[in-house]
T-cell receptor, first 112, second 113 residues
């Protein structure tokens, strides 16, 4: 499928488990981002990447790990999930010349 | 300290009337502003944007106004349609911050038929 896709769409995990959220884009955009959206709040930046093998922290990076070995993929890993990480996670991408980003459909993660 | 604020969590308007969504920011380094629209169970989609060198940008029914001195922007939708019912996020970015966007909490717009 063309565009940006996230998997899974829904995930329930237990406290302390490691979980990885996947993000794949077909545009070859150099920039990719991970945001979380908590109920009634806006999107907060977790991590971003300017290119393959280049990643940097956003506003709320604690408890998360990212990697970017290929331009098209940007997985987000919760090393040891906590209830406070229950949220909807959005992946996004853009080209350097663009200002707006393109979002995936989101992953709703529940940590019990 | 929230740098981008949307003080109205919700707004309800009648079909055909004007919808005005407001956004305030505190960081004077922001030089580009965007509005995104989000339907339930979908990711946000880009709607319209404005550079800090302009005070107005128009795209069909959607117009964004920027008042730099007041650090305020607004999105006008005229005429409003039921399909416009969604959550609208204001976002701001600064070239000095790698163009990363800071988002407001969103305003839920309901357009009644």
């Amino acid at each position: 499928d063309a565009g940006i896709t996230q998997s899974p769409r829904y995930k329930i995990t237990e406290t302390g488990r490691q979980v990885t959220l996947m993000c794949h884009q077909t545009w070859s955009h150099s920039y990719m981002f991970w945001y979380r959206q908590d109920l009634g709040h806006g999107l907060r930046l977790i991590y971003y990447s300017a290119a393959a093998d280049i990643t940097d922290k956003g506003e709320v990076p604690d408890g998360y790990v990212v990697s970017r070995s290929k331009t098209e993929n940007f997985p987000l890993t919760l090393e040891s999930a906590t209830r406070s990480q229950t949220s909807v996670y959005f992946c996004a991408s853009r080209d350097p010349g663009q200002k707006n980003v393109f979002f995936g459909q989101g992953t709703r993660l529940t940590v019990v | 300290d929230q740098q981008v604020k949307q003080n109205s969590p919700s707004l309800s308007v009648q079909e055909g009337r004007i919808s005005i969504l407001n956004c305030d920011y505190t960081n004077s380094m922001f030089d580009y502003f965007l509005w995104y629209k989000k339907y339930p169970a979908e990711g946000p989609t880009f709607l319209i944007s404005i550079s800090s060198i302009k005070d107005k940008n128009e795209d069909g029914r959607f117009t964004v106004f920027l008042n730099k001195s007041a650090k305020h922007l607004s999105l006008h939708i005229v005429p409003s349609q039921p399909g416009d019912s969604a959550v609208y996020f204001c976002a701001a970015s600064a070239e000095t911050n790698a163009g990363k966007s800071t988002f407001g909490d969103g305003t839920t717009l309901t357009v009644k038929p």
